[in-house]
């Protein structure tokens, strides 16, 4: 219910779209800075789709076979997946929907390179799945 209450919807009269991914990731991005330190550039909630077969532009085969459906940034902890009934689930608010976000899979990362830019060598952001649009958000009451 905190949950609920912090993403800023009506628990009862909610809108609802739920999208499942192969693996929800939650990416801290780091710089090497002029003093010499790493810091923390953005941390990120990434969710892969298993996409094999996918060529990079360069029609070279990518090193992975899982490709990004959509990113967005963590702002607060309430942003985490967190488990539920077996699965990784988070709730991504999307102008006036709520997505429901499950995976099968939950990775957390720090690298110096942010990977939903890289990914786009392979999957450009156009061509993107994505996770749902308002046409396939349904009205639900609890």
């Given at each position: ?32 800075d002029d003093e010499q330190r790493y810091t923390v550039v953005l941390t990120q909630l990434i969710a ?94 609890r």
């Amino acid at each position: 219910m905190l949950a609920i209450t912090l993403l800023g919807f009506h628990p009862f009269d909610e809108v609802v779209s739920t999208t499942h991914c192969a693996i929800l990731e939650v990416n801290t991005v780091f710089r090497w800075d002029d003093e010499q330190r790493y810091t923390v550039v953005l941390t990120q909630l990434i969710a892969w789709s298993y996409m094999p077969g996918t060529l990079c532009l360069d029609e070279t085969p990518p090193a992975s076979p899982y490709r990004v459906l959509a990113w967005r940034m963590v702002k607060h902890p309430g942003h985490v997946p967190s488990r539920h009934n077996g699965r990784w689930r988070c709730l991504w608010t999307e102008g006036a929907g709520v997505l429901n976000v499950t995976a099968t899979k939950f990775l957390e990362s720090w690298t110096l390179e942010d990977l939903e830019v890289a990914d786009r060598r392979v999957l450009p952001m156009a061509d993107r799945r994505g996770l749902g649009t308002m046409g396939s958000i349904a009205r639900h009451s609890r």
